[in-house]
């Protein structure tokens, strides 16, 4: 079926700088995409989500953007922290009587000093 | 309160036991889910319940039976595991299950299958 996919397993970025993870996604009936930050020995937290209505979403230090013309989808964290070492992981949702989230396959994001 | 709980953090059961797994919500999500995630793999949704009721088993094995007592509470009842079914245990639970609703996620059972 279709699914989620991540382009890059790692990232390596210094302590500082900003960090972009990217996602790439097949299912055109999909209408919201979630980020997902998993520490070790922990759940999947919620990062920021956004609507396929819409290009952009900034949070705190985090800005979301979707490309509905490539299916592409990519978070970009600024300042990366060591506390934002982690896996990402984006989730779609696609509407539909079973709307359910699918997540990809996950970047291993790793700060360095 | 906007946590989802998980009992227990670590589990070690043999392939002839019975055990089950706990999730409690009190934000008021009337979906809550199952999903199960293999190291350095994403998760996998096993179960939907909306509104107590099971809306989607995503063709898991019948050794996992999952029950909804109530909308705060999900359990996930284990009965004849293989070594293989040995993963982390994510309990999930969002406002409504069929509309922009993120899934708030509890830390999960680790689950081992001797």
């Known amino acids: 079926g279709e699914s989620v996919g991540l382009h890059l397993p790692t990232l390596s970025v210094q302590e500082g700088d900003n960090s972009i993870i990217n996602c790439a996604y097949s299912?055109?009936?999909?209408?919201?995409f979630i980020w997902y930050k998993q520490e070790s020995g922990k759940g999947p937290q919620f990062i920021i989500d956004?609507?396929?209505?819409?290009d952009k979403r900034q949070g705190q230090r985090v800005t979301v953007l979707l490309n509905k013309t490539v299916k592409h989808l990519s978070l970009q964290i600024a300042a990366t922290q060591p506390g934002d070492s982690a896996v990402y992981f984006c989730?779609?949702?696609?509407?539909?009587?079973?709307?359910?989230?699918?997540f990809g396959s996950g970047t291993q994001l790793t700060v360095l000093p | 309160d906007t946590e989802v709980t998980q009992t227990p953090k670590h589990l070690v059961m043999g392939m002839t036991n019975k055990k089950s797994l706990k999730c409690e919500q009190h934000?008021?999500?009337?979906?809550m889910y199952w999903y199960k995630q293999k190291a350095k793999k994403p998760p996998e949704l096993m179960f939907v319940?909306?509104?107590?009721?099971?809306?989607i088993n995503e063709s898991v094995p019948s050794r996992f039976s999952p029950e909804c007592p109530n909308s705060s509470l999900l359990n996930l009842h284990l009965h004849a595991l293989q070594p293989e079914d040995s993963a982390l245990y994510l309990c999930?639970?969002?406002?409504?299950?069929?509309?922009?609703?993120?899934?708030?996620f509890g830390s999960g059972t680790r689950l081992t299958v001797v």
């Open positions: 934000m008021g999500h009337r979906a």
């Open positions: 299912n055109s009936a999909s209408d919201y």
């Open positions: 956004i609507r396929s209505n819409m």
């Open positions: 319940y909306s509104y107590e009721k099971l809306s």
């Open positions: 989730a779609e949702n696609f509407s539909g009587s079973a709307r359910q989230l699918t």
């Open positions: 999930a639970s969002s406002q409504d299950h069929g509309a922009y609703y993120g899934y708030t």
